[in-house]
């Protein structure tokens, strides 16, 4: 392990790092997804042959080993606007990606090996880990391959559009596998807290893999992005974020319709303190925009309706604001669902807590349930975390809840928050849990009399 690493790949070789990146997916796909349309139909669910496994990592173990050495190359929304805008040189683009994907793939590969090994055998998680072995495996046939011949950049085209359909189900694959563990493990404290920690490592990984090729898939597959052409790749320089919460809540009130035969309205208010007779504008990627809100207001109708199932009052409008300041773009969530225990509100954000019933993977539902896995929340906050933003739930029990993300205002401001494989990582799966130094409540309160003193 090399402990405190920070040499990139792109610094090692001299070169720049700057071949444009990606977003998560065009709002338009998102949606489409979110609401079951998959581009691709989902994997069957089936034990890996641990032995075929197993072979195809020892095949590739120097590699990953080698490329995990390097920290990745993070970049900020400008350099990824500047380069699609103004010099997207498709072979730069190549150079650079065929290494850094190399390299976050080979950090996240060296850190899965760190989970526990009833974990690891899970059937999920064996599969998760043959997609991610598979992928390097097809990386690494670009190695050395040259971008002057134009076979090359068409066909390193076509395995980044394979790669990122193989990996479409990540999230709820590996959902899965933490499931299958705790019905046969149970539930540990300690295994709980380093599932946390790789998930936000894990989860953060895959959204900048796939910002990086949906960015070059979207420049050069043809040059245009069709359903949005002022895009620069997936990105919007002028991204109008009231439009972007509209729609996210037109496509949450469809489906809480659809479940409960009403939904609550929407009240929005802006304020731009930049200019303020000017909407509120961003350069930002719309679809990781669109994912946060879409969660936020899903669950916000579901609470508001649940709340007020029996209110002759009807419900009560769920509120958006909107604010732009010098250093920050606010947008807060806020509705009268009831609220959540301030004690509850960390299990929020933690991949083995969900208030819903768990759903089945392969269930052949045509709509996405208001509620599934309990990670929308936590990816939800990893989306606002990845541009060096955040998301925070405040809640007052029995009357509502107010959730708030934060984004970076400037492009040149909003780097990319990347996990690296390091000595500091290891040794977080290392340490045992420490006894808490701050008093527990007893469970049975004294008897205070047993003290008194006869006088």
């Known amino acids: ?44 669910l089936r034990p890996v042959n641990m032995k075929l496994l197993n072979l195809l990592l020892k095949d590739v173990t120097p590699k990953i080993e080698y490329y995990s ?37 080979a950090n996240t590969m060296r850190e899965v090996t760190l989970l526990p090994g009833n974990l690891l055998s899970q059937p999920s998680v064996q599969l998760v880990q043959s997609w991610y072995s598979q992928s390097f495996e097809e990386l690494l046939e670009y190695e050395n391959r040259r971008p002057e011949d134009p076979r090359t950049l068409n066909d390193f085209l076509d395995i980044l559009i394979q790669i990122r359909n193989r990996h479409n189900d990540v999230v709820p694959t590996m959902a899965q ?84 035969m009403m939904a609550p309205e929407l009240q929005i208010m802006e304020f731009n303190s930049k200019k303020p007779d000017r909407p509120v504008q961003v350069v930002y990627v719309p679809s990781h925009l669109f994912h946060m809100l879409f969660e936020l207001f899903k669950n916000s109708m579901r609470a508001t309706v649940e709340h007020h199932e029996n209110s002759q009052e009807g419900l009560p409008p769920v509120k958006a604001l909107v604010t732009l300041g010098k250093e920050d773009l606010s947008i807060k969530i806020s509705d009268q669902g009831g609220g959540v225990p301030l004690r509850k509100i960390d299990r929020l954000f933690n991949y083995m807590y969900s208030t819903a019933p768990t759903p089945k993977l392969n269930s052949s539902e045509t709509a996405a349930p208001l509620a599934g896995f309990g990670y929308g929340l936590p990816i939800s906050r990893l989306y606002a975390r990845y541009f060096q933003g955040d998301l925070s739930l405040y809640s007052m029990e029995g009357v509502g809840t107010h959730a708030v993300i934060y984004l970076k205002a400037l492009s040149s401001e909003s780097f990319e928050r990347l996990p690296v494989f390091n000595k500091s990582a290891w040794r977080h799966y290392q340490l045992g849990p420490e006894a808490d130094d701050w008093s527990n409540p007893s469970s049975d309160p004294r008897d205070a009399s047993t003290f008194k003193v006869n006088t």
């Open 69 to 105: 050495r390097f920290s990745p190359s993070p970049m900020s929304i400008k350099q990824f606007l500047d380069f699609g805008r103004e010099n997207a040189c498709e072979k730069t683009s190549y150079m650079f990606l065929r290494k850094e994907l190399a390299v976050r793939l």
């Open 177 to 260: 596998g933490v499931i299958e563990y705790k019905e046969k493990f149970g539930f540990d404290p300690f295994i709980s807290s380093n599932v946390q920690y790789f998930l936000d490592r894990f989860y953060t990984s895959r959204i900048s893999f796939r910002m990086l090729i949906n960015q070059h898939t979207l420049l050069f597959s043809d040059g245009i992005n069709h359903a949005h052409p002022k895009h620069i790749g997936g990105i919007d320089p002028a991204c109008n974020v009231v439009e972007v919460v509209r729609d996210a809540y037109e496509t949450a009130k469809m489906l809480c319709e659809q479940y409960y």
């Open 1 to 44: 392990l090399c402990c405190g690493r920070t040499t990139t790949w792109a610094q090692k070789q001299g070169g720049s790092p700057f071949p444009r990146i990606a977003n998560e997916r065009p709002a338009q796909s998102v949606k489409l997804r979110l609401l079951g349309v998959h581009s691709a139909p989902s994997p069957r």
